[in-house]
């Protein structure tokens, strides 16, 4: 599933090329995807003014100017395409084509994303944002408030990092690399950081997600950008599915030293998730 870093890639991309530019016509081909869609969905699309974007944890919200919001879930395989060429795809669920002649067309084979339109001004009070956590890239993300989110937790720093109620939009890529950067386990209790422990991970976390989106994110499976680039974050994974992979971080093996000096990057099935992480240096 894309997570923050390709959902925020992908925002600016529909951004440069949509926002200002009214949509001339809206193509809806089915009544759902993971949940049903507005059954006025393209008639509230179609005249409509994009006047910006805007996005929380996974989701986009492009705002138009009816004072309406189309809030877009990409799922696990929902792709936004620019400009798609011909007739729509088997899996081109939406089309919307712009006054200058551009199109974007929302591509879902697996049909786990959805699409929804609310009041721009309820975007938070809408169900699948309004028990959100904070925003990690956001300036007020500092050590203290990590600390508050996950004082007196009991579960795996990993699982606590994973549940959208604590942080918004943070994935099992990304938790990984950042842990990594952290020099914590994701074995460890959430609740036993200390306050400069947890400073140390909010900067590692916004260091990462900065630096994927820098990237272009993760190209894993379905995801590229609007425009059809890949994503290259993937190439500066550090532990991220390096399992049985020399840490850069340490040291390189000697000849006929032991082994336990330098171990490899470790690999465990945590909560159904992998995780990735050196042994040596996240402790």
């Keep these: ?14 951004s440069r090329h949509m926002q200002g530019h009214r949509i001339t016509e809206a193509l809806i081909r089915r009544p759902d995807l993971r949940r049903p869609l507005p059954p006025d969905l393209a008639a509230q699309l179609t005249g409509a003014r994009v006047l910006g974007f805007r996005r929380r944890a996974k989701y986009i919200a492009m705002r138009l100017d009816r004072g309406t919001t189309l809030l877009i879930h990409l799922g696990m395989s929902g792709r936004m395409v620019l400009n798609p060429e011909g007739p729509p795809a088997r899996h081109e669920h939406m089309r919307l084509t712009l006054e200058n002649g551009g199109r974007l ?50 579960t795996t720093l990993k699982a606590a990092l994973l549940d959208q109620r604590r942080v918004a939009g943070l994935g099992n890529i990304y938790v990984a690399e950042a842990l990594f950067r952290a020099r914590l386990a994701p074995q460890r209790e ?30 894993l499976r379905d995801y590229v950008q609007p425009d059809g680039e890949l994503g290259y974050f993937q190439h500066q994974w550090k532990v991220y599915g390096r399992a049985g992979q020399p840490c850069e971080r340490c040291p390189r093996l000697r000849p006929h030293a032991r082994a336990s000096t330098c171990p490899l990057i470790a690999h465990a099935m945590q909560a159904g998730r992998s995780s990735f992480w050196c042994p040596r240096t996240q402790t």
């Design 1 to 14: 599933m894309p997570e923050l870093p390709e959902v925020e890639t992908v925002m600016r991309g529909l």
């Design 190 to 219: 959430a609740g036993s950081l200390t306050l400069r422990e947890a400073g140390t991970l909010a900067r590692a976390i916004q260091a990462t997600l900065r630096d994927a989106i820098a990237a272009g994110g993760s190209s």
């Design 105 to 154: 067309g929302f591509i879902d084979p697996r049909r786990f994303g959805s699409l929804d339109l609310l009041a721009t001004t309820a975007e938070d009070d809408h169900p699948s944002l309004c028990a959100l956590g904070p925003e990690p890239l956001d300036a007020t993300f500092i050590g203290k408030i990590l600390a508050a989110r996950l004082a007196g937790s009991t």
